[in-house]
């Protein structure tokens, strides 16, 4: 008890001597700076632009019939070393139809989101469906729009670079190294 009393009185002595700061519980770097924040412009649609790429990117992800374009880079060469054409979208190994975890017994909707298993079996899962429909995780990766309208995706991970794109794009050459059986000594 003491020691709130305590620290109650250092963080009103501050305030007593004209500092409304007092005892906050904003954020501050370890150099003293504290947390700025910016008023994000919205479009006429209301959204943000980071808010309108999201939606397009789903919108793009998801159109019936749509083709891409697949481009496994050498990060090392930077050779296109896998060309080939997508029907719909890529699709992380991740990503599911069903949560992951759920309840182990049946809960309530305060447990979670209900989740349909069977005829009528609900279970309840902390996991939220995201904005594609799935649960899981995908790998992280950049998209973007370039000024012709082109949409991107771009993925780094070892050795090679991803990049798909609704338009073919124009490289020097795409090599293809593989063996069919192992080379006899």
Known sequence: MR?????LAICMVPFLMGNKGG???????????????????????????????????????????????LYII????GQVIIYSTIRGKVTSGGKR?????????RGTSADGFGVKFGSDNIQYTGEVLQDDGTY??????????????VY???YVSGGQI???SNQPLVVKSVVINMELSPKSE
């Open 3 to 7: 020691k709130i009393i305590v620290t």
């Open 23 to 69: 005892c906050t519980n904003e954020p501050r770097s370890a150099s003293g700076v504290n947390i700025s924040s910016v008023k994000v412009q919205i479009g006429p649609d209301g959204k943000t632009t980071e808010q309108r790429n999201v939606a397009d990117r789903l919108l793009e992800d998801n159109k019936p019939g749509s083709i891409k374009h």
């Open 74 to 77: 050498s990060a090392y060469s």
């Open 97 to 105: 139809l069903t949560p992951t975890s759920v309840a182990v017994q």
């Open 136 to 149: 899981g995780h995908s790998v992280d990766y950049l998209y973007w729009w370039d000024t012709k309208g």
């Open 152 to 154: 991107h995706q771009h």
């Open 162 to 164: 991803v990049h798909i």
